[in-house]
C-alpha cells in the first residue's frame, strides 16, 4: 500500500525533515506513527497526500510512483485516500450534514447517493443524530468524528490521520482511537500519527517512530505477521 525507499525531505534553507525513511505499510495493516514535535510525521503523511513530493529517494502508494505524478492526476489518486487533521477544518457556517457530504458533491455524485452515504458514514461514528446540526454546537470530539465521517464518507482505501486526538481528554481519545481500529477491522488502511504513547501501547499496533527525521523504530513486519496469522 505504502512504500518508502530512501526517502529525504528538504525544505528551502536546508531543513531536512525526512532522512533515508525506508518502510512498507502493507494493504490493510494499522500502524502508528510516533515521534517528537518536529520529528517528521506530518511531512511524511503530506507525501503519502501528495501535499508535498521527496527531494530524494521514491515515494509508492499502490505501486504508484508519487514522485512523478502530475498536477492534474492528484486528485483522482486522492479518492483511495481519507486524511484527518487534529484541526478538523470544518466548515461553521454549514450543518454536519453538509460537512460530510462536500466530497461526494465535489465528485459529482448523485444526490441520493449523496445522502446515503453521508448518513452511512455518520451512523458509523455514531452522530446520524446530528446531521442538522452546526458545528459550533458540537463537543471537541464530536468536531472530531465529523472530521472522520468526511474523511471517510467516499469509503477510502487508506486513512491518514495526523494528531486526531491531540485536543482531546483521554476518554474521547480512546473512542476517537477505536473508530480507527473498527475501520480497519473491515479492511481499511490506517496510519495515524499521534503523541499518546500510553494509548497506542494500549491497542497493540505496529509502530514508526521518526528522531529528527530519521525511522529509528519499524515494528510493520511484525503487523504484517500479525495480519496473515489472522486470515489462517
Known sequence: MIEFHNVTKRFEGGYEALSNVSLNLADGQMAFLTGHSGAGKSTLLKIVALIEKPTRGQALLNRINLNNVSHNRIPHIRRN???????????????VFDNVALPLLIQGFRRHEIAKRTRAALDKVGLLHKEKSMPITL???????????????????????DEPTG?????????????????NRVGVTVLVASHDLGLIDELDKPRLTLNRGELILNDLDHGQQEIRHGYE
Open 81 to 95: 485516500i481519507g486524511i484527518i487533521f487534529q484541526d478538523h477544518q470544518l466548515l461553521f457556517d454549514r450543518p
Open 167 to 183: 485536543n482531546l481528554d483521554p476518554v474521547l481519545s480512546r473512542e476517537i482511537m477505536q473508530i480507527f481500529v473498527d475501520f
Open 139 to 161: 463537543s471537541g470530539g464530536e468536531q472530531q468524528r465529523v472530521g472522520i465521517a468526511r474523511a471517510v464518507v467516499h469509503k477510502p482505501m487508506l486513512l491518514l490521520a
